[in-house]
């Protein structure tokens, strides 16, 4: 049998009372899980970023993993920003997901602000240079809405990694084989990095085929039909998460990203699947 993976997860802050609760439970339920690392994400337009910052806090001090706040380069300047580093080194996280960031709803696309970095290699960088983080950045299996051809996704990884990050974790996908070429054309391309695949669990049928419209996330056909017919859709959520697991795992892969969407459920159950205690 294959051994169990490493295994990490991502949170969002809460924005009210009721997101709280639903985070707290969330933590209940896989607190006693062990991951490698939690990532705590930044809302777009960097509109979450207190509560960013105190869910890392909370995170790192109350259960005692290592925590991985996202920071994005959106609405702030390069001080703004690097102050916010140097507030997560405060609270004793030293673990950051650098991402150029989703810009403001209707914005028409990411415009950097004045005197902020103009991209995550930017960030990276002087990140890279304070010595202070372990650095963890995006990768995509699935062709970035935003990239120009099928090549610019591999190219921008590589100068990630040449940039000081230490791995990098990717945008969820739903069929291993495009994982696994993405992994080759990475090897082809001189990118030595761990690349940690990211996966979602699909809490919502319908929820999720316009969630992957929106990031350029295929969904395999056979998919459509079997939540069509199936009368139990969280057991289908679980099987068909599971299944994308245990492939990945056969292939080689150590590490496992899950985005809980703060509804532990599904993660639990697949997390248990696969070995995990």
């Known amino acids: ?58 995170l ?97 990884l590589k100068r990630k990694f040449e940039a000081g990050a230490d791995s990098a974790i990717t945008q969820f996908f739903f069929e291993p084989e495009n994982f696994f070429r993405f992994r080759e054309r990475c090897e082809r391309a001189g990118i030595t990095g761990k690349i940690i695949p990211g996966i979602l669990p699909i809490t919502s049928w319908k929820g999720i085929q316009r969630f992957a419209s929106s990031c350029g996330t295929p969904i395999p056909i056979s998919y459509e039909a079997a939540f069509e017919h199936s009368q139990d859709h969280h057991q289908l959520s679980i099987d068909l998460c599971t299944k994308l697991c245990e492939k990945l795992l056969a292939e080689g892969v150590e590490d496992l990203h899950f985005y809980t969407l703060n509804r532990p459920t599904l993660t639990k159950a697949v997390c248990e699947n696969l070995g995990v205690i």
């Open 60 to 156: 790192h001090r109350k259960y005692g993993w290592n925590v991985a706040a996202h920071l994005t380069c959106v609405n702030a300047t390069k001080e703004e920003t690097l102050a916010i580093a140097n507030s997560y080194k405060e609270v004793g996280v030293n673990e950051i997901v650098a991402l150029r960031g989703d810009p403001p709803k209707g914005s028409g696309g990411f415009t950097p602000a004045e005197g902020g970095f103009a991209n995550s290699i930017e960030l990276i960088e002087a990140l890279s240079a304070t010595g202070d983080f372990k650095i963890r950045v995006g990768a995509y299996p699935d062709p970035h809405p935003e990239a120009a051809d099928s090549d610019a996704d591999i190219f921008w």
């Open 1 to 58: 049998m294959t051994n169990a993976p490493k295994i990490s997860f991502e949170f969002f802050p809460p924005k009210n009372i009721e997101a709280c609760f639903s985070l707290f439970e969330t933590l209940q339920v896989l607190g006693n899980m062990s991951p490698e690392f939690a990532s705590v994400t930044y809302g777009a337009g960097g509109t979450t970023r207190e509560l960013t910052h105190d869910a890392v806090a909370l």
